[in-house]
């Protein structure tokens, strides 16, 4: 178990899907985020943080013998709002861990830096990325981030691909992406847990029928997904049409992203 696991981004939809649920992890968990995240609870620390202030960043690390990666911009934005927490704010993390002592650190990627391949396409972790818009180009320059520093200084990372961490799926594309918070949960348990981590690439994604990515490569951590989207098609389906055989929802594994503008 770790002594104390740092989580950014602790505010938003992720946070607080896991916040209060990684006991069987960490001692004490320390929040930050730039929004307000409450007071903390037991065994909790809150520090809000701007992760472009390196000095900032470097004080939040020390003390952490774990990272879970979550801040930053999390949809499509312009270029310059992206910048500063999730190119910046990157680098700003990893040269902070660096200087403390190499804390693991579970880097939350995203499907989206390879959303221009189609939905008819099994993917492996190795494949050549295909961002769908300047957030995955954010996220494809935080996998290469941690690719660099674990070649350079041996900083073990999890690079996380997310599908799409909800308590449920909300469409029919999610029925292929869709990663529950307990399967979430047991991976970071799994990430934090194992003796050797290396810097794999997890497809962030529960054990859906229709899933799209194949996670052997990280098979040696032992991580099982356990749920199934399955359980919510009917639903689904009673709920909503299904796209149309043309639309990005239909076509695209990253979906609406692929129709974003490059917003200005």
Not at 93 to 116: C, D, K, Q, V, W
Not at 130 to 135: A, Q, W
Not at 210 to 235: F, Q, T
Request: net charge negative; aromatic share 8%; hydrophobic share 40%.
């Amino acid at each position: 178990m770790l002594e104390k696991l740092l989580i950014t981004g602790a505010g938003g939809g992720l946070g607080a899907l896991l916040r209060g649920n990684l006991s069987d992890v960490a001692k004490t968990v320390r929040l930050s985020d730039i929004v307000d995240i409450g007071s903390p609870g037991a065994k909790e620390e809150v520090i809000s943080c701007d992760l472009s202030d390196r000095d900032a960043v470097k004080a939040l690390v020390e003390g952490c013998d774990g990272i879970l990666h979550l801040g930053g911009v999390s949809v499509e934005k312009s270029f310059d709002t992206i910048l500063p927490a999730n190119i910046v704010g990157v680098y700003n993390l990893y040269e902070a861990a660096r200087a403390a002592g190499m804390p693991r650190i579970l880097f939350a990627s995203s499907n989206h830096t390879i959303g221009y391949y189609t939905q008819d396409t099994h993917l492996t972790a190795d494949v050549p990325l295909r961002p769908d818009g300047l957030y995955g180009v954010s996220k494809c320059f935080g996998e290469a981030i941690a690719n660099l520093y674990h070649d350079k200084f041996g900083q073990e990372t999890a690079i996380v691909r997310i599908g799409s961490c909800f308590a449920e799926p909300r469409d029919h594309r999610m029925l292929s992406t869709w990663m529950s918070p307990s399967d979430f949960v047991s991976m970071i348990e799994c990430v934090f847990r194992v003796p050797r981590l290396g810097c794999p690439v997890i497809w962030g994604v529960s054990d859906n029928d229709g899933r799209w990515w194949d996670n052997s490569a990280a098979a040696y951590l032992g991580w099982r997904p356990r749920d199934n989207s399955e359980a919510y098609r009917r639903k689904i389906d009673a709920e909503q049409a299904r796209p149309a055989p043309d639309a990005p929802d239909a076509v695209y594994q990253g979906g609406k992203f692929t129709a974003e503008p490059i917003h200005s």
